[in-house]
Structures are given as structure tokens and as C-alpha cells.
């Protein structure tokens, strides 16, 4: 091979590795895969879950950082049917803005009887499990929880429970829950309004009620950047009127709705995102996105830009 062909096939190797590498939303674009996106929101879990050793032949309190109560009677608990004895590992999660509910993909859309997806307004999500040698335990009997209402902005007598199941892709649906003893009343020890619900199945659970949808609704079209309309990002919607709800932006919102729309997706084992300010939405809503109104940031960056939203 003579110096000029050398010469010219390392300038086409050359161009081709900056087009591999852009990141410009063209094609070629060298976009993020759905699990690199997803390892974010199993990290952010990671670093919400608080964990605690207790023995199954007491009742146990437990007090999580927010000053959430967790009651469970040891003595119900069982493994494949047999109860329980010796030492048991509980996990509690708890989310109660739009910031963690986000970088976390905990959002508050939930399922009506009809089968509609709706946004929902949450008074606490919350997961629970506890395992025994990495076996998951079941409980034969009530667990009660007890939620502050100042958490999430003070009383709201339509709070009622859900339940939430995830997918593969960690994304998960609220269903309204029957067997369920849910109410509203002041907890005797500090005189503060508590949300208390009594519960047997581990999972998620949230304390939720459907936003009220008054008028004409609308769906969101959203139009994002080349490769990345599948699994490696999402567009959220942000009310503005609500800090304890979150939604994606499939389903039917109401024409008028002052919310926030986010698009999210990954760089670099980072968040790459934008956020639209506040707008009325409208009749058959759309909404555009490009790489270059995006920020990258850590989830910390991104969980304080959605919690300071005005």
C-alpha cells in the first residue's frame, strides 16, 4: 500500500470514529442503551433504601428518616408457608416529591377501574420487604403504617391505597386496593394528623387519590431526539400546582393543566435532561425536545432542579 492510500484510509477511519461518537441526535448518534438508563434509577433506590435487622419473635416499630412508622408483628411473618424465627432483614423506601419520585421512575400514574391511566397526587410511596437469608417473607397478618400528612403538604381527606406493581424496565402502575383499612387520624405521642393504613402484602404501596379532571382532556405528543424514542428515555410531566405527583406523559391530562415537561435519558453513567417551563397544556399537546436544551448532571443535580421547579 503506497503512503498516499495509508494516508487516506486513516482520515476515513479517523472520520469515522467522530461520527460514532457524536452526540448531536443524528444518526450514528452513539445514543445510551436501556439498561445503562435503567442502572440509574436502581441506583437512586440503592441509595434510598434504608435497612434494619430485627428478631420475628418480637413486634417491631420501625421509625424511618422522615418519621414514618412501620409496625410488624414477628410472629406472622413466614418463609415458603413456615413461620419465621431468628433474625429478619426489613428495607423501607420512602418518596414523597417529584425529584426522587423522577430519578427513581416512581411516578404517580394509576389505573381507574375503566382500565384509564390518570395522574394521581401521592401522600407517600413507599416500599417494603423483609427477607431471611435472601428468601422474601410473607406476613399472615396486618402491618400498619403510619405517614405524617406534613409530608406532603398537610391532610387530604381523599387519600385512598394503592398498590404498585413494577416491570421488567422498572416502571410502575398504581391500582387502588380493597381489604385495605385506610384512614385519617392524629397520632396520640406528638398531636400531628397521620395518614394510617393497615396492610398485609409487602411491595410497593402508596397513599394516592386520582386529580381531579375537570373538562376537556388531552395526550401529549412528544417529539424527542434520533434514537432515543424507545426504552432509553422517558418524558415526564410535572404539575405545577402539585410537588407530590409525577407523571409520564402517556394518557390524557386536562386541557389547561399548568404542568412542567421533562425529558430524561443517560450520558456517561450521569442524567442527561430537560426541563420546559411551566405552560397551560392544550388541545392534542406537543411538545419538542433537542440535545441541545439538555443539561447532564448527577441524580442529585436533577432531583434539586425538579423539587426547586416554582
Not at 445510551?32 to 433504601?49: G, Q
Not at 406493581?165 to 397520632?187: K, P, R
Amino acid at each position: 500500500m503506497n503512503q498516499l492510500k495509508k494516508i487516506g484510509l486513516l482520515l476515513l477511519m479517523a472520520m469515522s470514529l467522530i461520527s460514532c461518537n457524536s452526540d448531536d441526535g443524528s444518526p450514528g448518534n452513539q445514543v445510551p442503551s436501556s439498561e445503562t438508563f435503567k442502572n440509574l434509577f436502581e441506583a437512586k433506590l440503592i441509595s434510598m433504601t434504608q435497612a434494619t435487622l430485627f428478631d420475628a419473635s418480637s413486634t417491631y416499630t420501625f421509625t424511618s428518616e422522615k418519621g414514618v412508622k412501620l409496625t410488624i408483628n414477628g410472629g406472622c411473618l413466614r418463609k415458603a408457608g413456615v413461620p419465621v424465627t431468628g433474625e429478619v432483614k426489613l428495607e423501607f423506601i420512602e418518596i414523597f416529591d417529584r425529584g426522587d419520585m423522577l430519578t427513581s421512575n416512581k411516578a404517580t400514574m394509576g389505573k381507574t377501574t375503566s382500565g384509564e391511566d390518570r395522574l394521581l397526587v401521592s401522600g407517600g410511596e413507599f416500599f417494603i420487604e423483609a427477607t431471611q437469608n435472601g428468601v422474601v417473607l410473607t406476613s399472615d397478618c396486618f402491618m400498619q403504617l403510619q405517614v405524617p400528612t406534613a409530608l406532603t403538604g398537610g391532610t387530604d381527606a381523599a387519600m385512598l391505597p394503592f398498590a404498585g406493581t413494577t416491570n421488567t424496565d422498572g416502571d410502575i402502575a398504581w391500582e387502588q386496593v380493597t381489604g385495605v383499612d385506610f384512614s385519617t387520624g392524629i397520632n396520640p405521642t406528638t398531636g400531628q394528623p397521620n395518614y394510617y393504613a393497615f396492610f398485609q402484602d409487602f411491595g410497593w404501596f402508596n397513599c394516592d387519590r386520582f386529580m381531579s379532571y375537570p373538562g376537556l382532556k388531552t395526550t401529549i405528543t412528544s417529539l424527542v431526539p434520533a434514537g432515543y424514542a424507545g426504552a432509553n428515555s422517558f418524558v415526564f410531566l410535572a404539575s405545577k400546582d402539585f410537588p407530590n405527583s409525577l407523571g409520564k406523559s402517556y394518557g390524557e391530562f386536562p386541557v389547561g393543566m399548568e404542568c412542567y415537561l421533562i425529558f430524561v435519558t443517560e450520558k456517561d453513567g450521569k442524567f442527561r435532561y430537560a426541563i420546559k417551563p411551566s405552560t397551560p397544556l392544550t388541545a392534542n399537546h406537543q411538545v419538542t425536545f433537542t440535545l441541545a436544551e439538555t443539561t447532564v448532571g448527577t441524580q442529585e443535580n436533577l432531583t434539586a432542579a425538579l423539587n426547586a421547579l416554582p
